[in-house]
């Protein structure tokens, strides 16, 4: 079966990096969000004359982020179609609330749930001043939004989000990704992933 992985988490967990230690071990399409979206989101917003790092603002919730979502999901489809395991990492909190749309993204491949192993891995961090430690290490501008307004941005997040996709439980790992990430770590987590 291919494998369709979902690197989720609030900024910070380190959902990008434990997906690119697995990712290692298990060929597949990578599609991070910021990565597929990032600079189309910037220019837009300095177009408006907004931040381009603010992801937190009316007009980006409303005018871009379904757009960068919905390009990721493009691409996850395209590589699926053509048999590619994928690994999709973003906070994907409003798609994993969708029960259809993990449905649309099978069908739209042309495959079924049968073809397509869906599996979600919710990177946390336990420790909130790790998470800030780790933003304000990867010094990306991206995150200077979140810095800067750490009082009301670490009290929204959602640590643990909800998943109502149709999947089995034992297909959604929680990973407290605190300390170091271990080979002994990525290799229960590549297990995880290929059972």
């Known amino acids: 079966m291919q494998k369709l992985v979902f690197f989720v988490g609030v900024a910070g967990t380190g959902k990008t990096t434990v997906a690119e230690k697995i990712s290692e071990k298990i060929p597949c399409a990578f599609l991070d969000r910021d990565t597929v979206g990032g600079r189309f989101v910037e220019r837009f917003l300095e177009m408006n004359d907004l931040d381009p790092n603010d992801r937190d603002s009316d007009f980006y919730k409303k005018n871009l982020r379904d757009l960068e979502y919905d390009t990721t999901k493009d691409i996850c489809i395209e590589n699926l179609r053509v048999g590619q395991n994928v690994f999709m990492i973003s906070p994907f909190t409003a798609e994993l609330k969708n029960k259809e749309w993990i449905e649309e993204v099978i069908t739209a491949s042309g495959k079924t749930k049968a073809d397509i192993d869906v599996k979600v891995i919710?990177?946390?961090?336990?420790?909130?001043?790790?998470?800030?430690?780790?933003?304000?290490?990867?010094?990306?501008?991206?995150?200077?939004?979140?810095?800067?307004?750490?009082?009301?941005?670490?009290?929204?997040?959602?640590?643990?989000?909800?998943?109502?996709?149709?999947?089995?439980?034992d297909n959604i790992n929680i990973f407290d990704n605190a300390g170091d990430l271990t080979n002994e770590k990525v290799e229960k987590l590549v297990t995880f992933i290929k059972r």
């Open 122 to 169: 919710v990177v946390t961090l336990q420790d909130i001043e790790q998470q800030r430690k780790r933003i304000e290490e990867r010094g990306t501008e991206r995150d200077t939004w979140k810095l800067d307004n750490w009082g009301s941005y670490e009290t929204r997040v959602d640590f643990v989000p909800t998943i109502n996709w149709d999947i089995p439980e």
